[in-house]
């Protein structure tokens, strides 16, 4: 009786359906609730007795009644407004998740933006591992990640004890008319006498009825630093009445120092080091007239601008007011634009951000308007080099006077390295894929086939190599 009992009240405690069972209230009718309590009162799970109007003023009080017995109807939402709410609910979770995500984004953008400023300053070092072809992944170990002192800097001091031992070459090339002081402004640039005419006791100033390249070589050294260099000079250059194709001899010659760069490039036994005798600048000597380019400069610009870098001057610029210097200079600008001319620095040879800003700066001050003498006189009880006139002295050192100083320091102290890597990665490297593709031959074939392979000697008709030489080395 007692299992049977506890059994029952468990059933219905759980809600399963009974007869007497109230569905609408949710609750037990009042005949079952009253027999529960009279059977639990009889087996002493009660202690005190209750009565049935006991029992049916708590039931009247503990269920509430039903929604019919209030006289309410039940209210079901109907499909419609289930699906808007869905779709509504739906829209909501896609908006927050946009926003979630735009606040993340937004939030990755300042943090790089904060590493990359702080990178920049150098407080930060940012570790970018990459991947490679042969390796997974390469990344970049600055001086603050390192347990301690490795010595990797010691490279430079080596490079710099090498190249004091060995030297290094720089060829330089001065093209314009007869009188423009050529001769003068290399002199001035080294502070010595490397022209030339200096270097010729018994020279005589004439005009040459042809252009003829003549060159002249000196080893420099200052400082423990030696640079063996070659100045080129094209006399009767402009100086005939009819200048048609000047400029031929000045373009062969360019590309025969190329070519024999090329054939010492493809012997079998090469040099440890090949003789450097590449045209690395071209200065260009315009006159000071005021007006405009002449047809010759336009044309031999267009034409060497290809195969060498041009850097135009303003010769004997003093012969010009600061007014008239300025004007020439936009005139000459806008010229050069108009023709596509493309002068030293170009543009697209920019590294990076820092060699734009330099170079832009030279860019504006193109053509510079120049001085040159290697004359010294007494200003403020310093010796200067100037020009000494009637109303005072032209200081070619003082940037307010002339801008010699912007043409040494582009040619000498901050971009001649510069000079020689566009020489060999653009100029050089141009000549070599047009030769290489005009031969229709691979390297090995055309070294067999055209080019000397070892000690001047022709793989295919064994002629001496000299006679190559020979030729390149007569416009020397």
């Given at each position: 009786m007692h299992t049977h009992i506890h059994t029952h009240a468990c059933t219905h405690t759980h809600g399963s359906t009974h007869p007497s069972t109230n569905t609408h209230s949710g609750g037990l009718s009042t005949s079952l609730f009253i027999e529960y309590r009279v059977v639990l009162s009889a087996h002493g799970f009660l202690t005190a007795p209750v009565s049935t109007r006991d029992t049916t003023k708590v039931l009247e009080q503990e269920i509430p009644a039903s929604m019919e017995e209030r006289g309410m109807e039940e209210v079901k939402p109907s499909a419609v407004e289930d699906k808007a709410a869905a779709e509504e609910a739906v829209e909501e979770r896609v908006a927050q998740e946009k926003t979630e995500d735009s606040t993340a984004q937004n939030k990755e953008t300042e943090e790089r933006e904060v590493d990359v400023e702080r990178e920049m300053e150098g407080e930060v070092e940012v570790v970018t591992p990459c991947p490679t072809e042969s390796h997974g992944l390469q990344g970049t170990i600055k001086g603050h990640d390192l347990f301690g002192y490795v010595g990797i800097e010691a490279v430079l001091d080596q490079m710099r004890r090498k190249t004091m031992k060995a030297g290094f070459e720089f060829n330089i090339m001065v093209v314009g008319q007869s009188g423009l002081g050529k001769s003068t402004l290399v002199n001035t640039l080294f502070k010595s006498k490397v022209s030339r005419k200096s270097c010729s006791p018994n020279y005589e100033e004439k005009i040459s009825k042809t252009v003829k390249l003549q060159s002249v070589s000196h080893v420099i050294e200052e400082k423990g630093v030696k640079m063996k260099l070659t100045v080129i000079d094209t006399p009767g250059f402009g100086d005939q009445i009819n200048n048609e194709n000047c400029w031929e001899p000045i373009v062969s010659y360019v590309n025969e120092q190329y070519e024999r760069y090329l054939k010492e490039e493809l012997y079998v036994n090469r040099k440890p080091r090949i003789p450097d005798t590449r045209v690395h600048c071209c200065v260009y000597f315009l006159p000071a007239t005021g007006h405009w380019l002449r047809p010759i400069d336009v044309e031999f610009m267009k034409r060497l601008g290809k195969i060498v870098s041009i850097v135009p001057i303003i010769a004997k610029a003093d012969t010009l007011t600061m007014e008239e210097r300025q004007e020439f200079k936009q005139r000459i600008r806008q010229d050069l634009n108009a023709n596509g001319i493309r002068v030293y620095p170009q543009t697209e040879y920019d590294e990076d951000p820092e060699d734009r800003i330099l170079n832009d700066k030279i860019r504006e001050n193109i053509p510079f308007a120049v001085v040159g003498t290697d004359k010294e006189?007494?200003?403020?009880?310093?010796?200067?080099?100037?020009?000494?006139?009637?109303?005072?002295?032209?200081?070619?050192?003082?940037?307010?006077?002339?801008?010699?100083?912007?043409?040494?320091?582009?040619?000498?102290?901050?971009?001649?390295?510069?000079?020689?890597?566009?020489?060999?990665?653009?100029?050089?490297?141009?000549?070599?894929?047009?030769?290489?593709?005009?031969?229709n031959l691979t390297v090995h074939g055309l070294a067999l086939s055209c080019f000397p392979m070892e000690n001047g000697t022709h793989g295919t008709n064994g002629t001496n190599g000299t006679s190559d030489r020979s030729e390149s080395e007569s416009h020397l």
């Open positions: 006189h007494q200003v403020n009880g310093n010796k200067v080099l100037g020009r000494k006139t009637k109303w005072g002295i032209i200081e070619v050192e003082n940037v307010a006077h002339c801008e010699f100083t912007n043409l040494r320091d582009l040619l000498i102290r901050s971009h001649l390295q510069d000079l020689k890597d566009v020489t060999h990665n653009i100029h050089y490297e141009t000549f070599r894929v047009r030769r290489l593709n005009e031969s």
